[in-house]
């Protein structure tokens, strides 16, 4: 199904879900300032066609081998005394940092058999959030981009795409669908969200405001002034900006406003937080959040540093599926665990795993994913490089774009008037339910 966007002259409008559903959830979660966007809302839900799904990326910065987490091999050559824990499916291990996530396995889908073609972080990173290699013609959207620009804009008065705790790399990028679409970077949601307060007076504020107008009117008029208002949206930024600053909807951000007893279930981390802010913001209607956790690249001393994140990932990753769930979320949002790539099965000199893009491992919840379902495995002597049942990235993109009910293989005319579809891979439908 294609969703025309307002890049192309249509845009629809869908509630992100109705006014009862809402209330419930602000006054079980303490949300009460949820209230006037109830109201707002109500009339288009029941007008509306249902709530479209949104997306929640858990990125693994550095490379998570998959040998500590999901896909461990305890007691043969590779494991090098990495041990693993049973979980609620039976036979099924997981790395022994992952206490909460093996009691949630049956809500979930493990593919461990993912392969890229990349090794290098950058190109593994780009590969990972876009489907796509690098192209130095082409600059692809990023996972959070497509279902932005694909799904019915929301009216939201904050960004629909967002990146909490960004690592060295950018932030997702919009790519040829434009600059619209990149994501809002942020970090620690204790802090205050940057670029939303004038430095200035409000009678100051008011000023600079005239000003600017005029001088956008200022600026040549007819055919050439609007090319150019086209190409950089900076208008239509300008506007967005301007309403986000006084919008009520700023406080999904803030995780201060949570209860102690939710900050507590994600773990007192930056990732933590991040998660609990990414269940608010979906609450409100953003349509894709992309959460990092850094510290993955473990070239020297790999167990104790991947038994280390693994176990800031465990929090919060089961906090935020139960949360989900518990607001009632669960169904609607696809939740997506990933890495730019894995580690080598065997050890190196300095204890440390090297990059290892051959095969590594995604796990997923809700959305429309299949619970308790597991695909492919690693090779537990180490020496074949391709997996059992093998899954390329593109085809995970291909996956969940479908899932949201988006047609991955749409063909956009590029500005460089190039057809290029959303993903070139093929969707696995064994991953969905029905």
């Avoid at 876009?130 to 932005?148: E, F, K, N, Q």
């Avoid at 991947?306 to 990753?317: F, G, H, P």
Wanted: aromatic share 6%; hydrophobic share 35%; proline share 7%.
């Amino acid at each position: 199904m294609h969703f025309p966007s307002p890049t192309q002259g249509a845009c629809g409008t869908a509630a992100h879900w109705n006014r009862r559903t809402l209330l419930k959830a602000a006054g079980l979660s303490g949300l009460g300032w949820l209230t006037p966007l109830a109201d707002a809302l109500s009339l288009q839900s029941e007008k509306g066609r249902g709530r479209p799904r949104s997306v929640i990326v858990l990125w693994l910065q550095g490379g998570a081998s998959q040998l500590e987490t999901f896909d461990p091999h305890p007691d043969s050559p590779v494991a090098y005394g990495a041990r693993a824990i049973d979980t609620a499916l039976p036979g099924v291990k997981l790395g022994e940092s992952l206490v909460q996530t093996a009691e949630l396995l049956p809500k979930m889908t493990l593919v461990r058999s993912v392969v890229g073609s990349e090794g290098d972080h950058e190109r593994a990173v780009y590969l990972g959030r876009t489907g796509y290699r690098i192209d130095p013609s082409l600059v692809h959207p990023s996972l959070g981009a497509v279902v932005c620009h694909e799904l019915p804009d929301n009216g939201l008065d904050i960004p629909n795409h967002i990146s909490i705790l960004p690592s060295q790399w950018p932030a997702p990028k919009g790519g040829h669908l434009g600059p619209r679409y990149d994501a809002f970077q942020i970090g620690d949601p204790t802090q205050p969200i940057p670029d939303v307060e004038a430095h200035v007076n409000a009678e100051r504020l008011a000023r600079r405001r005239d000003q600017l107008d005029v001088l956008e009117q200022s600026f040549g008029r007819g055919r050439a002034s609007d090319l150019d208002s086209e190409r950089t949206q900076h208008r239509d930024l300008m506007r967005q900006a301007r309403r986000m600053m006084s919008s009520e909807q700023l406080a999904a951000f803030d995780v201060n406003q949570a209860t102690g007893a939710e900050r507590e279930a994600y773990g007192d981390t930056p990732f933590g937080r991040g998660c609990l802010a990414a269940a608010r913001l979906i609450e409100v209607g953003v349509r894709c959040v992309e959460v990092t956790l850094n510290g993955w690249d473990t070239h020297v001393n790999n167990h104790e540093q991947q038994n280390a994140r693994a176990a800031i990932l465990d929090t919060a990753m089961a906090a935020l599926i139960r949360d989900l769930e518990s607001r009632d979320l669960l169904d609607e949002t696809v939740v997506v665990c990933a890495s730019e790539f894995g580690r080598t099965p065997k050890l190196n000199p300095v204890e440390g795993r090297d990059h290892w893009p051959h095969a590594f491992s995604f796990a997923f919840a809700g959305g429309g994913f299949r619970r308790g379902h597991v695909h492919g495995s690693t090779d537990p002597s180490g020496e074949k490089e391709a997996p059992e049942s093998p899954v390329k990235v593109a085809d995970i993109h291909a996956t969940i774009q479908h899932a949201l009910g988006i047609d991955p293989y749409y063909e956009m005319m590029t500005s460089a008037n190039r057809p290029i579809a959303f993903s070139d891979g093929a969707v696995r439908k064994e991953f969905l339910e029905g």
